[in-house]
């Protein structure tokens, strides 16, 4: 589809009113930091359970969530429907295993959870790494959702105005990390959370009402435009046929599950509010806004094939990252019309907004790592607060800057798709390291090490040998076939060798796990008796 130049116009205004919006925020709470690391990490630790539960969803609810689930599940159906349960499940384990303990165990990052009972720096270097490589994989995504938008937008003719589209988002990034910190970080979020949820109920409502409300007619309807028939309602259609599939299926499940918890923006939420009662109450929000969210993406996901046609997603954008936008279009009267374009035109502004939003929070909790941790950790004796959210500014823009470069070689690939990349490494090198911290009195420094770097290495160098990189026409370097592990997601194989990592580095240790620290650790993480 081409689009108008009134829906041009239109998209731009909106989306720069947001720009403009957002930029006052960061100039105003420029104005009023103290500058302590505090401040800049955690904004002073001053945000409500419900405005910190906003800015969670809003951290959460991604331009993968908002483009690339609706556009999995207008292409492949209930298959795509994977990704919206998953990311839904995956709070529950957030909220049961970690949100209130890792509120009372740690300051600013995951380092400092896992470092509370063990050697610092060791711990510190590996958890820091590791945090660091799953926000730039995290940002790889959204700058991909970036560029499909500007493609749609400007007709899909301009490869040069989509890369700098994303040069673009990157460099109001790194301006929003570097000079608000965490509190303009937390109010966009708050915004932005707003916005989307206001626009995916907006189409969700059209889309119902296209439909009389009866979901069995969107279902059918949905399924007769597939081109696939009833198949596009029954599992299989992606991840069926042979056994290859059903294993990319069970270790995306895996990643899905249990990588939201061991997502670095995740985690240092829960240092922005006063107490652990606050992290908890924080969550619950979370979940309500989250879980409304999720089942819209699948209305809009069936709704997108049922109106649009699979076929014209899959035109329009090869990895379906456009269906929002296309049914947004298709809503307000199609080509021509002018309720289509203002209806686009929101969708993309929003669809831009969220992508702002969420590489705001993820550069900040990267350079956060990046100084609290490396930086902290080879200089500890030198670095001082002051000195520290230096390197952290510093830190956002050499993250930005990768971000861009792998953002533009990975712009064919589904944005959901690659969230499913990070939360497999954040689940193979993140959780393990963090539930053993919290759950195993005999965990040690070698364990903690052999944890993180036993997950990560795994799943960076599958990834690496899989079809993701090469050896088929989807893949970053379709021309070359270095292809040597099958699945797509490294997930059920790199996560276990977390775990067992972890445990062989603690059993083969001799250091003896420091019974007064553990003590100490176990009473901060349960009743948050000495908690910052």
């Known amino acids: 589809m081409i689009v108008g130049g009134d829906q041009q116009t239109l998209a731009l205004l909106l989306f720069s009113a947001f720009v403009a919006a957002t930029l006052a ?56 429907m994977l990704y919206s349960v998953g990311f839904l499940v995956a709070w529950l384990v957030v909220l049961l295993l970690v949100a209130e303990l890792v509120r009372n165990c740690g300051r600013f990052t995951l380092a400092d959870v896992v470092a509370a009972r063990m050697s610092e720096r060791p711990v510190r270097i590996a958890a820091g790494t590791s945090s660091v490589t799953v926000s730039v994989l995290y940002l790889v995504a959204q700058m991909v959702g970036a560029g499909s938008l500007v493609a749609l937008l400007l007709g899909g003719t301009s490869d040069a105005a989509r890369s700098w589209t994303v040069v673009g988002v990157g460099a109001l990034m790194v301006v929003y990390v570097s000079l608000g910190g965490m509190r303009a970080t937390t109010w966009i979020q708050i915004v932005k959370a707003v916005l989307l949820m206001a626009g995916a109920i907006t189409l969700t409502v059209l889309v119902l009402l296209r439909f009389h409300g009866d979901i069995n007619l ?80 699948i209305v809009l996901g069936f709704g997108a094939a049922a109106l649009v046609g699979s076929a014209e997603v899959k035109a329009s954008n090869p990895a379906g990252n456009t269906a929002v936008a296309l049914l947004a279009h298709h809503l307000g009267g199609g080509a021509g019309s002018t309720g289509g374009t203002v209806l686009f035109a929101v969708v993309a502004a929003v669809a831009f907004a969220t992508i702002l939003a969420v590489v705001a ?49 990975a712009r064919d690939l589904n944005v959901a798709f690659l969230v499913g990349l990070a939360f497999a490494v954040a689940a193979s090198a993140n959780l393990p390291v963090l539930l053993y911290s919290l759950f195993w009195r005999n965990f040690t420094t070698r364990g903690a090490v052999w944890s993180v770097y036993g997950g ?77």
Not at 270 to 275: A, E, H, L, M, S
Not at 361 to 372: D, E, R
Request: hydrophobic share 45%.
């Open 218 to 297: 969107l279902l059918n309807s949905a399924a007769e435009r597939s081109g696939h028939g009833k198949e596009f309602l029954s599992p299989g259609l992606k991840y069926g046929g042979d056994w290859t599939a059903r294993f990319d299926f069970i270790s995306l499940g895996l990643a899905l599950v249990l990588g939201t918890a061991g997502l670095p923006h995740i985690l240092s939420r829960f240092y922005t509010v006063p107490t652990a009662r606050a992290a908890r109450r924080s969550v619950v929000w979370s979940i309500g806004l989250i879980g409304g969210f999720y089942l819209m993406t």
């Open 456 to 532: 990560l290495v795994p799943a960076l160098v599958l990834v690496l040998v899989s079809p993701v990189v090469s050896g088929s026409p989807e893949s970053l370097f379709p021309d070359v076939d270095f292809q040597f592990f099958p699945l797509q997601n490294p997930g059920l194989v790199s996560i276990p060798l977390g775990f067992v990592a972890g445990w062989l580095g603690a059993v083969t240790s001799r250091e003896m796990p420091d019974e007064a620290k553990n003590a100490e650790a176990e009473v901060r993480a349960l009743t948050g008796a000495g908690a910052v």
């Open 361 to 409: 929070g993820i550069t900040l909790a990267s350079s956060a790592s990046v100084a609290h941790d490396l930086y902290a950790s080879l200089r500890r004796r030198h670095a001082k607060q002051r000195s520290e959210v230096a390197v952290a500014r510093v830190a956002a823009v050499g993250i930005g800057a990768a971000a861009i470069a792998l953002g533009l070689l």
């Open 25 to 80: 925020i960061t100039t105003w709470v420029s104005r009023n930091r103290r500058g302590s690391a505090e401040e800049f990490y955690t904004g002073g630790r001053l945000f409500s359970p419900m405005e910190n539960g906003f800015a969670i969803a809003g951290d959460y609810m991604s331009a993968a969530s908002f483009l690339g689930i609706s556009g999995l599940i207008a292409l492949y159906g209930y298959d795509g």
